[in-house]
């Protein structure tokens, strides 16, 4: 599975943003689809993830209530919708896909898109 993320930037703090990540390779509904984020000097962590057909969800406790995670399965792309953001949600944002599950250890994740860098300025 190849994984293109897009739709970062930089916002001011308490905006939106909509990130996009585009699969291609295989059959995007077989797989689990995850998004981890990572700041400089800081470790990738999980940040959302949802089921082949989107039925599950899953969040990190810092971003519960304020992320979303979506996927349209026709169009072979997973969003994640970024509202209240903080100067905290700073990071280069990864988007991953593992077959069958969607877990929040990036170790379970087998393919990796580029990131795409999202930056808040207070």
């Known amino acids: 599975v190849q994984l293109q993320a897009s739709g970062g930037g930089l916002v001011q703090a308490g905006g939106s943003l909509r990130l996009s990540c585009a699969a291609s390779?295989?059959?995007?509904?077989?797989?689990?689809m995850g998004w981890f984020r990572q700041a400089p000097g800081k470790e990738r962590e999980f940040v959302a993830a949802?089921?082949?057909?989107?039925?599950?969800?899953y969040y990190a406790d810092s971003v519960k209530g304020r992320f979303t995670i979506s996927r349209d399965n026709a169009k072979n792309t997973v969003y994640l919708q970024m509202d209240n953001l903080k100067p905290e949600d700073t990071a280069l944002y990864h988007c991953?896909?593992?077959?069958?599950?969607?877990?929040?250890?990036?170790?379970?994740?087998?393919?990796w898109g580029q990131g795409t860098q999202v930056t808040v300025s207070s």
């Open positions: 991953a896909a593992q077959l069958g599950l969607a877990t929040m250890s990036r170790d379970d994740y087998e393919y």
């Open positions: 390779g295989r059959t995007f509904s077989d797989y689990g």
């Open positions: 949802i089921t082949w057909s989107g039925s599950s969800t």
